[in-house]
């Protein structure tokens, strides 16, 4: 299975960009990077997804390494409400085995 | 318009009995997958349904099994519950196909707790 290592916890003062690292050494050459995040008592909510291109919408970017291994999601000014756990998953095609491992996901809290 | 709804919120079963949960996914989407998160195992890949049939399964028992209808209701059931199985059950839906440039939408989830 191919699956991701992100740091456990991260910090960020509210108002300031933040870059949340996923390392996925293991991607082949089909497999979409996602991102969900969830928070307290609720469902993980999508976040943005990419394949090799950079992704920008209207609540964060992806960037994405050029040998797909590591990808980063940024969140250009946290709020308070940024503040969950957030998990980068790879998607590859069915009955490969590649289906969504969650991981334990970084927690970030926002500092206000 | 309407999220991915899950039904019952909550559900209290006993130790060996059977549960169904339900999930309807959002108008148009083709695919449900569902998922058990617990403290301990943190989100866990159950299975995955595309058009009526599973196209992917996680590492569980033959105890927890899905299917799939034609409207893309789905509906994952598990028997001889055991205390373990006590968890948040959720379910999520994209409008899936042979391409992967999906999204997923969640669904609140279902808390199971066997007693």
């Known amino acids: 299975d191919a699956k991701t290592t992100q740091p456990n916890s991260m910090e960020s003062n509210e108002e300031e960009p933040v870059h949340l690292p996923c390392n996925h050494s293991t991607i082949s050459g089909t497999d979409y990077i996602h991102w969900y995040r969830q928070l307290p008592s609720q469902g993980p909510e999508y976040v943005i997804h990419g394949l090799t291109s950079n992704v920008n919408n209207r609540m964060a970017s992806l960037a994405i390494a050029e040998d797909r291994k590591s990808s980063t999601l940024i969140l250009h000014r946290a709020t308070l409400r940024d503040a969950a756990v957030y998990y980068c998953?790879?998607?590859?095609?069915?009955?490969?085995?590649?289906?969504?491992?969650f991981g334990t996901g970084t927690s970030l809290t926002v500092i206000p | 318009k309407a999220g991915v709804t899950q039904t019952p919120r909550y559900l209290i079963k006993t130790r060996g009995q059977q549960v169904t949960l339900s999930c309807s996914p959002i108008?148009?989407?083709?695919?449900v997958s569902w998922y058990q998160q617990t403290p301990g195992q943190g989100l866990q890949f159950l299975f995955e349904y595309f058009s009526e049939t599973q196209r992917n399964k996680g590492n569980f028992p033959g105890r927890f099994s899905g299917r799939q209808f034609s409207n893309s209701r789905s509906e994952m059931n598990v028997s001889t519950l055991e205390l373990g199985d006590s968890a948040l059950y959720l379910c999520a839906s994209s409008l899936g196909g042979q391409g992967l440039g999906y999204g997923y939408t969640f669904g609140s989830g279902t808390r199971l707790t066997v007693v």
């Open positions: 108008s148009g989407h083709r695919s």
């Open positions: 998953i790879l998607r590859g095609e069915p009955n490969t085995g590649n289906q969504f491992y």
